[in-house]
């Protein structure tokens, strides 16, 4: 059994005067869904083998949010590719994972992560994939199952979703707003 839990980076901020996408830092709205995420993952009591993550600057400030309320490090190993990814390039890094990692944790952006669910996931109505297709917001997590025991293994339409936790779902201060 393989586990495959899909994190999106905190809001980030569109004020901020950068040269490049890549580095946009997070909002303070942003910062907060990161630290919320962060000790929704410590009261689950989640922990993960592997961590692959994009560098963008919002990505590492997301780790850096959620470590605080994980207390605990997360120790990503940054990966270039998974900068603005596809489904398919992601699917990629997931299907290289050493298979001694049975829990592997991508912390990335959209549409790549949304697009990978839902390749991953069957399309059964009355699921939480209904809700992945409806919205992936900032700073939400998605994590999946596959009855495999490789990495390489991973199908398309072969997982079960198993938790979608958006961070309004936590506070509904971090939901939806004008801003």
């Given amino acids: 059994m393989k586990t495959l839990t899909l994190l999106r980076h905190a809001k980030s901020g569109w004020d901020d005067a950068v040269a490049r996408d890549f580095d946009r830092p997070l909002n303070p ?3 907060r869904a990161a630290q919320t995420m962060g000790r929704e993952l410590r009261r689950l009591g989640l922990s993960f083998d592997h961590v692959v993550a994009s560098p963008a600057v919002r990505v ?12 605990r490090a997360l120790s ?51 699921t939480l994939r209904d809700d992945v297709e409806e919205k992936y917001p900032t ?18 339409r072969a997982g079960t979703l198993t938790r979608f936790i958006r961070p309004r779902d936590l506070d509904p201060e971090l939901g939806p707003s004008d801003d």
């Fill in 76 to 126: 990503p190993a940054y990966d270039r590719r998974v900068y603005l990814a596809s489904a398919g390039s992601l699917l990629d890094v997931v299907r290289e994972t050493n298979d001694e990692c049975a829990h592997l944790l991508l912390i990335g952006h959209n549409p790549g992560l949304e697009d990978l669910v839902l390749l991953l996931a069957p399309d059964e109505p009355g």
């Fill in 139 to 156: 700073a939400t997590l998605a994590e999946m199952t596959f009855a495999v025991d490789r990495w390489a293994e991973v199908k398309e």
């Fill in 29 to 31: 709205k942003g910062r």
């Fill in 60 to 71: 590492e400030q997301t780790i850096d949010g959620i470590e605080s309320g994980y207390a």
